[in-house]
């Protein structure tokens, strides 16, 4: 895992900055709605490492969620009122060996060599085959036209709060109410397959405090991969504040698109988990997961923070959704981009 400066990125504008119709709620929840299967874990804040969720029936830790996602659109009994989207997931939790997937270990190995070989003999069933008959309920969530969401026709979207706290210090007698917000976001590749995370972010002393749920990797997709030359297409929603319409209090957004090239590089001295005190706040916190996932926190130049994970695929695409937070604390701006990558050196 990878903390520290993001890469280096060199922007050229193809195509500058277009209107685009507003995303329609029931395409969006057409989009949304299906039985989803899934697999998901949690992991420390501190050490990134995985978290267990359950005790299993020997008093053993269990680590992964296997889950079954049931999305449905809900009619609204009131004229007048949009639709909802109700998510019901049932999940049932295993793996007691952590990232280490066997139960017994040949301590005389070194610690790859032993994951190595884990992986060749899994004691736990295949994702495509578990069966999730008995199994809990772990959310039941209803999704509205609500503010904070932002989604897009392809049924990707992000969730959160309007606005966080900026430049309010807290009474150190109530240092246990430190604010920490939930910013759900959610990439869809191919209708078929999406990809849901949660960062879970801790705002202190006045948001000059940043804590976020880091995450470990099973097997890290290096910074190289997201080299390179990339053609972008960006949509991007931004609020309209003071405009609420009188019906829903709703905040309405203004939908743009453009397009550019980017020419991505390495930083010069990347630097590594556990070495983040070294740093400020105008670098960033990168996260490198499994499967070609990226998550990542950052403040900007102009003192944005950009809350955003992108998901790589071995094509050459890269699917990004970035989450920008103003000074003043109010949401600013999110960003669904599509990038995909240029194989030839020439980019012109």
């Known amino acids: 895992m990878v903390s520290g400066t993001m890469w280096d990125e060199v922007e050229t504008v193809l195509q500058t900055q277009e209107p685009v119709i507003r995303p329609i709620w029931n395409t969006f929840s057409s989009s949304v709605s299906g039985i989803w299967k899934g697999v998901g874990a949690v992991f420390s804040p501190i050490t990134a490492e995985m978290e267990p969720i359950n005790v299993g029936k020997k008093n053993e830790y269990l680590y992964d969620c296997y889950t079954l996602s049931h999305i449905e ?12 989207i109700r998510r019901k997931i049932n999940w049932v939790t295993l793996n007691p060996y952590g990232e280490i997937q066997q139960v017994s270990r040949d301590l005389s190995l070194p610690l790859k060599e ?7 003999h899994r004691d736990l069933p295949t994702f495509e085959s578990f069966d999730l008959g008995s199994s809990d309920l772990m959310e039941d969530d209803i ?36 604010p ?25 002393n006045g948001g000059s405090d940043i804590q976020i749920m880091r995450v470990a990797a099973y097997e890290e ?38 397009e550019t090239l980017k020419k991505k590089n ?6 590594h988990f556990g070495e983040e005190e070294m740093l400020d706040m105008q670098d960033v916190s990168v996260l490198w997961l499994p499967g070609g996932i990226t998550g990542y926190v950052d403040i900007k130049k102009d003192d944005v923070l950009c809350i955003g994970f992108s998901w790589y695929s071995d094509e050459g ?5 970035e989450k920008d937070y103003g000074t003043d604390g109010k ?12 194989r030839w050196s020439d980019p012109l």
């Not at 390495?266 to 630097?271: I, R, S, T």
């Open 331 to 342: 949401l600013k701006d999110v960003r669904l981009n599509t990038e995909v990558k240029r």
């Open 73 to 84: 659109l809900v009619p609204s009994p009131s004229k007048g009122q949009s639709s909802h």
């Open 317 to 321: 695409v890269n699917l990004v959704m």
């Open 114 to 120: 032993t994951m190595d070989a884990s992986s060749k």
């Open 143 to 178: 999704m509205g036209i609500e503010p904070g969401l932002v989604f897009f026709e392809d049924g990707s979207y992000s969730r959160g709060p309007m606005e966080i706290p900026v430049g309010e210090q807290e009474d150190d007698s109530k240092y246990f109410l430190s």
């Open 221 to 258: 997709k290096g910074p190289s991969e997201l080299t390179g030359y990339w053609k972008v297409f960006e949509v991007s929603a931004s609020p309209i504040y003071g405009e609420e319409t009188k019906e829903s209090n709703e905040t309405p957004y203004v939908y743009l698109c453009t």
């Open 180 to 204: 920490t917000f939930k910013f759900e976001q959610c990439l869809v590749k191919g209708c078929h397959k999406r990809l849901r995370i949660v960062h879970t972010i801790e705002f202190g």
């Open 266 to 271: 390495l930083p010069e001295n990347p630097v």
